[in-house]
């Protein structure tokens, strides 16, 4: 399967002067990298305007967000993540001819996204997130136990090794081989932020190429002999379609699945257990009944801190939104943690309500033919890894010194550390 090329023009313009300075948004430095909301807050009350440090029309209201997901013939998604192709030449030039790029199946319209979407669904089944249960379960004790001391760090000691555990097997990738392929993983979520320095993107895509060689390797492996895992569905098709191209897959293997399945999940687990060991109450409700409330607890915090900022679309024709009127080729992102903290769709959005009745139309995961294919995945490895937890330590709290930082990360919402104690 190879990939059409898109008839939408990517070429964004973005030298707009007349933007008002306090309407910027970047999340990379402060106040937003703390609190992103303050911003939000204020942006949903104002006509939508161009970020000059984003380089794009901010769209943080529920019902905006809904517009454009749901009007794909005038958003369009093909700029929804970057392109490393798009950074300065001295970038490129590390990555021409050693890594390929053809396409990323959010980036795809229809009707070229269905077919990719449907092999991708194949790596995302309910049986196959099913089997991997015990696995989640069996990593879970093993990370609670090597806890020493009686205090852990979440999310350097849990949350992320627990992760890389999980995607890593449901992909392929050798469990051996987790600390490598997570500096990779690194190296190609930097080269994706346009606010990133240059040099240290050079380097990053220099260590590229031997990612490129490495997943290559295991593509061959797969063809050779196919296993149950994504790299054999993208390498011999699946749900009825054929397969991927090398060069395709390896987009899909390093970046949709690889990137969007680790920090977003990690991120999750970690807000939605700062939301519970913040509050006595609800932490007391979970311990006593994990099963009902876990899943509460962590749609509310789906919705109060998505972990995905958001992504990008383009306008395939002059337009209006809300009362801006949006030229052809304007570069939109849409920012699904401010959709969520809505007020007209949520009352009081910013409190913790584990009864709020329409929680479920948050948007941490997206909406419409682009919703997210690990969600199910993810909301397993949230329950999972939180049951496990209070199970073995149901006196598990923070500890009295802690207080949240964020990581400065262009596309990710996420706690820094957890500072927990028992």
Known sequence: MTVEDTTVDTTVDTTVDTADPDHDFNPMISPHREDPHLFYRAARGRPVALSPSIGAYMITRH???????????????????????????????????????????????????????????????????????????????????AFTGGTADLVSEYADPFVQTVINAVIGFPAEDAARIQAWTNDFVLLWNPLAPVEPKVQAARRLRDYTDYIQALIDARRAERRDDLISDLVHGANGF?????????????????????????????????????????????????????????????????????LFRITTRETVLGDTTLPAGAPLLLLFGSGNRDETVFPDPDAVDLDRPNVREHLAFGTGVHVCPGAPLARAEIRVAIETLVQRLPGLRLTDDYRPSYIASYFFRGLETLDVTW
């Open 63 to 145: 019902a905006d967000l809904l517009t454009v997901i749901n009007d794909p013939e005038t958003y369009s998604s093909a700029i929804a993540v970057p392109r490393i192709y798009d950074n300065p030449p001295e970038v490129v030039a590390e990555l021409e001819g050693h890594v390929p790029e053809t396409g990323y199946l959010v980036n795809e319209d229809e009707p070229a996204h269905t077919p990719v979407r449907r092999v991708f669904d194949a790596g995302f089944t309910g049986a196959r997130v099913r089997a991997m249960v015990p696995r989640m379960r069996h990593r879970a004790g093993e990370l609670i136990d």
């Open 242 to 310: 054929p397969a991927y191209d090398d060069a395709y897959a390896h987009d899909v293997i390093r970046g949709a699945a690889r990137v969007a399945g680790y920090d977003t999940t990690r991120d999750a687990i970690t807000s939605t257990l700062l939301v519970m060991l913040q509050d006595q109450a609800i932490r007391d409700r979970v311990v006593a009944d994990p099963t009902r409330v876990i899943p509460r607890v962590t749609e509310e915090a789906l919705r109060r801190d998505a972990p995905h900022r958001g």
